[in-house]
């Protein structure tokens, strides 16, 4: 009989793989053999049937013409209400509370200009001084459609280590003069989880208005929103939802705000038995469909079909699960292995708060970022010091986990980066 394994080991490694119940996934996706992607954060990777999906799409248009909107497998006019039934279970909300269209800062722009009604005093947005700059850009820009002046009434609350946010802090600043409140679940670089239902239940008891931004959490970390009461969420599908460079985005509203009209209203707004009544007097859809917009993009939804299925016959929480795992056995990795080398782990170390990636600082990030790609690991770099790392549960593998670790060391040892110039690149 053998001993037990070593548990810095490669063998181990192994011994995860194998007892792994996700890992027929990996075979689905088109995965480089010489590649260890952990980038999966950023653009999730095609898999054979979000490909299949997209072609079938593309046939229905050569099969049908016009007829493909309501004829075919997936006829193309109910489209964003079933990818809206496949995408409900991973957010927690009923299928009419969801729908899939436009994209991140499309659907914050749709949703801040449904609810932020600025009155009297209650007229500031609060968001936080973390968040991806195109949320902010947006609340900025949707202040000053109300005539209003963003330094003033936008209200980002700061960070005390430059990575984390405090909960407290948040809540200090709901105060009477908050008429909105817009943050991600998933903060992008330190991947921190804010407790979405701890803070909506102290937005509402101060009256305030509170939404979401999923775009680092659909697809990694479960979500009940419906039950938390969130009033609006949106997010994107190109990340851990592999859909695609581009593919639509998603967004959601609470029932008890169904039955009002969307602040920017277009013909896809509308209920779909009266939209080819053609008359100018809109009657919006009286659920989340109401926040479409125009025609809907296709052929950048199709492989969300395909994509989609996988993560219902997964399950959100067993994809969890792995996820944690993953980057449990990373953290031990990089602290054990590269003890000495300058690293510090910047993501929260608690289960409830850390997402799906990992983010490690370093002063030398760029060049070692570099490195990496030469040495065959897709990270991604977060100027100035940041590096994320994301093994994702339905691809990635524990062996990878442990070999970028060890790619990292040589790396490290071999001083490998000074190579490389300290520039980054256009994207990332
Ligand atoms: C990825 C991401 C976006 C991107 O917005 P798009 O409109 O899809 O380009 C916006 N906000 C956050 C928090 C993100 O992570």
Known sequence: MKGKIDQWSREYALQKDQMDNLSHFRQEFYIKEDVIYF?????????????????????????YGIDGWTTGEHPWFYLSESLARQTAPLIGASPEEVVVSGSTTVNLHQLVSSFYHPQGDKTKILADELNFPSDIYALKSQIKQKNLIPDEELVQV???????????????????????IVLPSVLYRSGQILDIERLT???HKRGILI?????????????KLSEWNVDFAFWCTYKHLN???????????HRRHFGNEPGLAGWFSSDKNKQFDMEHELTPAVDAGAYQIGTPHVLSMAPLIGSLEMFSEAGIDCIREKSLQLTDYLLKLISHELEGYGFSAANPADHQARGGHVFIEHKEAVRICKALKDAGVIPDFRAPRGIRLAPVALYNTFEEVWLVVQKL????????????????GVVA
């Open 39 to 63: 980038d999966g954060n950023s653009l999730g990777l095609l898999s054979k049937r979000a490909e299949a999906a997209l072609h079938h799409l593309v046939e229905s248009w050569k099969r």
């Open 158 to 180: 700061k960070s005390r280590d430059g990575n984390m946010l405090e909960e407290g802090d948040i809540i200090a600043r709901m105060t009477e003069d908050v008429a909105l």
């Open 201 to 203: 239940a102290e937005a």
């Open 211 to 223: 939404g979401f931004d999923l775009c680092h959490s659909i697809g990694a970390v479960p979500h």
């Open 243 to 253: 859909g695609g460079p581009g593919s639509v985005g998603g967004l959601y509203v």
């Open 409 to 424: 060391k040589t790396i490290m040892e071999k001083e490998l980066y000074k190579q490389y110039e300290n520039k980054r």
